[in-house]
């Protein structure tokens, strides 16, 4: 008789394949995988290799390192069929809810981001899959069951390895694992254009990036985007006396990278380049964690923060009258401090807010907005300034 059960999978993890664990794992799921696909992921370069079973099994080895097994209980191709639940977890079936879950696996509930929740065991962490990362009181949704070494959340998925959005974006050179940096620029770029990749414009923006290396101003230039399927974040780094990297990462990760003050566009801009900057906005001021101060074509433009509850807090976007023009050019830094607490005291969420209406950030322009402000204060953010502590 085949052993199944969960520890059987906790005792293969961050194992080689030619260990006796594993191998035990892998009898227990059927055998010789029906499948086995192999990819390099990011640079530098790991090899990730998924071997998937007709049982509706996975395992998933980072290195030849085992780093996840997944329990597939819906059959997906190649699969011939889905697990059966209780033979790996007792007390849980294939309908089971997340409070069955809980009381199967017998430890702790928690999250790893909205909709997915998750159950420190000893020697790695479960991750309950449901539909549409919902429905966890209802029987039937609960699709897969994932073991894995590292916490959900705080790293990458290692099932997201083959992200059908974005797994293909970094094309590597001919004749070697390192990264092709034009072409890879290009499959970035056109993601972004349809649709399938967000840009993080508190780093270099994708189309800089190679002006930006190539004028030997910075040590490092990152940019980094987001998939919108899988949810990883792409950082993309070249470097002046090193090989560009390309790797995945949660936000976490990504937000503690370094880099340096962007220098002024003029210093490494072409003309087309240097015009746009030109005409878009800039930054005048700021007070740390409550304002901005923006400018564009004579108009002046604060983003204030202001606090919706004890647990949120909202940016409005004003763009400041004639008599608020008059009053900054008298009292400057102090008159914006105070407009910039009038809006944190009457804050825009407010149906009766003076400042509702006027709030860019809620009119159907506010996504360039925020990308324009996110521009123009990209040097002077808390976040701009450890990443260059960093």
């Not at 430890?107 to 420190?120: I, L, M, S």
């Not at 070249?238 to 503690?256: E, G, I, M, W």
Request: proline share 6%.
């Amino acid at each position: 008789m085949v052993r199944r059960g969960l520890p059987l999978i906790l005792n293969a993890l961050a194992l080689a394949k030619q260990d006796p664990e594993v191998q035990s794992l892998i009898r227990a799921l059927g055998g010789e995988p029906v499948e086995v696909r192999e990819r390099l992921i990011g640079a530098p370069a790991y090899r990730s290799r998924r071997m998937l079973f007709a049982s509706g099994g996975e395992i998933i080895l980072h290195d030849d390192a085992v780093v996840a097994t997944l329990l597939h209980l819906t059959p997906e191709p190649p699969a011939q069929q889905g697990v059966d639940l209780a033979e790996w977890i007792p007390s849980a079936n294939n309908d089971a809810t997340l409070d069955d879950l809980k009381s199967a696996i017998g430890t702790a509930r928690e999250w790893a981001g909205f909709g997915t929740p998750v159950f420190p065991v000893d020697g790695g962490f479960v991750r309950a899959d449901f539909r549409d990362r919902r429905g966890w009181n209802e029987p039937g949704n609960l699709l897969s069951i994932a073991v894995v070494v590292e916490r959900p959340g705080l790293s990458c998925a290692p099932d997201d390895d083959g992200c059908a959005v974005c797994a293909d974006l970094l094309i590597r050179a001919a004749d070697d694992d390192e990264v092709d940096v034009a072409a890879t620029t290009l499959a970035l770029q056109a993601a972004l254009d349809d649709g399938d990749l967000t840009e993080d414009l508190h780093w270099v923006r994708l189309t800089d990036l190679e002006p930006l290396h190539a004028s030997g101003l910075m040590q490092r230039v990152e940019s980094q985007l987001t998939c919108t399927s899988c949810r990883r974040i792409i950082c993309f780094a070249l470097y002046r006396d090193s090989p560009a990297t390309f790797q995945h990462h949660v936000l976490n990760d990504a937000r503690q990278h370094p880099l340096e003050a962007i220098p002024p566009v003029d210093l490494w801009g072409d003309q087309a380049r240097v015009a746009a900057e030109r005409d878009a906005m800039r930054y005048l001021d700021h007070r740390p964690g409550a304002w901005f101060l923006v400018g564009q074509n004579g108009e002046l433009y604060l983003q204030a923060r202001y606090v919706v509850n004890s647990m949120v807090d909202a940016s409005a976007l004003i763009r400041l009258d004639e008599a608020e023009r008059a009053a900054y050019r008298i009292d400057g830094h102090d008159y914006i401090s105070e407009l910039a607490r009038r809006i944190n005291d009457d804050g825009p969420h407010r149906e009766q807010s003076p400042f509702r209406e006027r709030d860019l950030y809620r009119g159907p322009d506010a996504g360039g907005y925020k990308d324009a402000v996110a521009a123009a204060i990209v040097n002077h953010t808390w976040m701009a300034e450890q990443r260059r502590r960093g």
